[in-house]
């Protein structure tokens, strides 16, 4: 989901989605920071189980590929080309309905991976068709027989009741550009995410693009505004100020250190977006939540053995309600925080468009 998406520890320069259920027109909602996105519409009138989209580093140049692009009830594809690296590499998203024809996505693919260049391709998704089953043997030589190679071969869906599965993959022609691959421990559904890391320069002329730069943030919620209004008060009460520069100097470098006692975020937090600098319904009440949600998460991973695959039910079924209801927590406190500034700025057109923008991802960011 978006909201896991948002708290990541690592950045990555890629992100791709599968099962988005939405539509492009609708990409503005679900903006990461320091990411260009590009979205494919569901196909219409399904509500769930349609729809891929891409988060792309603001860095990398890239074109969508719309003629490896596509949407149907068979297969949905999602293609882009990065163009500043030393070499254009091709990245792509699959998603194919598990209700789809199996015959039928088996000719797509074949006729993709034909068409695709023979090396810099890289094509992750959700096949819904398990490597680890006996019955896979045209997957195997669809991708083995165009010199793609998978990247993952521990399960990445795991359903209480189910046994678990290798339906989701990273497939590359340029296996020798491969450094590390496999699956993140955090389970945000029924899948787990999925990730690889790739051995790519940027070309000689785009090399201002990476930028190693880090600005301090500041956190002006209403608690550090009452803790500095305490702590201005009482140290202007003890400060002697004389009506001249000296005096004007001891004031300023008491009110920038203060500032920065009060509101200065810690560089810890603003290593995950959990915190009101990003999300500013996000309360400590909350981070402290997701972390009880991902303690109760690998308590029930714990119960998962070879002989227990779907683990202790009663464990999973605490974890399953503690994550429902933190999600309706959060959409709460987001959609009271937003109430709330538009009830602030009733009669204030301006005001009002820079909410709503501020919703849509649009907002202007201020450093």
């Known amino acids: ?79 882009i080309k990065i163009t500043n690296l030393s070499e254009p590499v091709i990245v792509g998203v699959i998603y194919r309905p598990p209700s789809g024809n199996l015959a039928n996505f088996y000719s797509y693919y074949d006729d993709l991976l034909e068409k695709l260049p023979s090396s810099n391709v890289i094509i992750s998704g959700d096949f819904n068709i398990n490597l680890h089953g006996s019955a896979n043997s045209e997957y195997e030589d669809k991708f083995f027989g165009h010199g793609y190679t998978p990247l993952i071969s521990i399960a990445t869906h795991l359903k209480p009741g189910c046994t678990a599965s290798c339906i989701d993959n990273i497939f590359t022609n340029s296996y020798e550009n ?119 998460y690998k308590q029930w991973k714990k119960t998962v053995t070879k002989h227990a695959k779907e683990g202790d039910l009663s464990v999973y079924t605490k974890y399953k309600n503690y994550r429902r209801n933190l999600k309706f927590i959060i959409s709460n406190a987001k959609k009271s925080h937003y109430a709330h500034k538009f009830e602030k700025a009733n009669g204030n057109s301006k005001m009002t468009w820079k909410i709503i923008n501020e919703i849509r991802g649009k907002a202007k960011s201020l450093n």
């Open 1 to 79: 989901s978006h909201a896991e998406l948002s708290i990541m520890k690592n950045k990555f320069d890629i992100i791709t989605l599968a099962e988005t259920n939405i539509d492009s027109t609708h990409k503005c909602l679900f903006n990461l920071p320091g990411y260009q996105s590009v979205y494919q519409s569901k196909i219409a009138h399904k509500h769930k189980g349609s729809g891929l989209g891409m988060h792309i580093n603001e860095t990398f140049i890239y074109d969508t590929l719309e003629d490896y692009s596509t949407c149907s009830k068979d297969v949905e594809t999602l293609f």
């Open 178 to 296: 491969v450094t590390v691959s496999g699956a993140c421990e955090n389970q945000v559904s029924h899948h787990f995410p999925i990730f690889c890391f790739f051995k790519y320069r940027y070309s000689s002329d785009n090399s201002h693009c990476i930028v190693d730069k880090v600005c301090p943030k500041y956190d002006y919620c209403e608690t550090n505004l009452i803790k500095f209004k305490h702590v201005i008060e009482s140290k202007l009460e003890n400060l002697s100020l004389s009506i001249d520069e000296t005096g004007f100097c001891k004031f300023s470098d008491c009110i920038k250190t203060s500032i920065d006692d009060c509101f200065l975020a810690d560089p810890e937090m603003m290593k995950t977006r959990r915190n009101r600098l990003m999300n500013p319904w996000i309360t400590s009440g909350i981070i402290a939540s997701i972390k009880r949600k991902d303690f109760l």
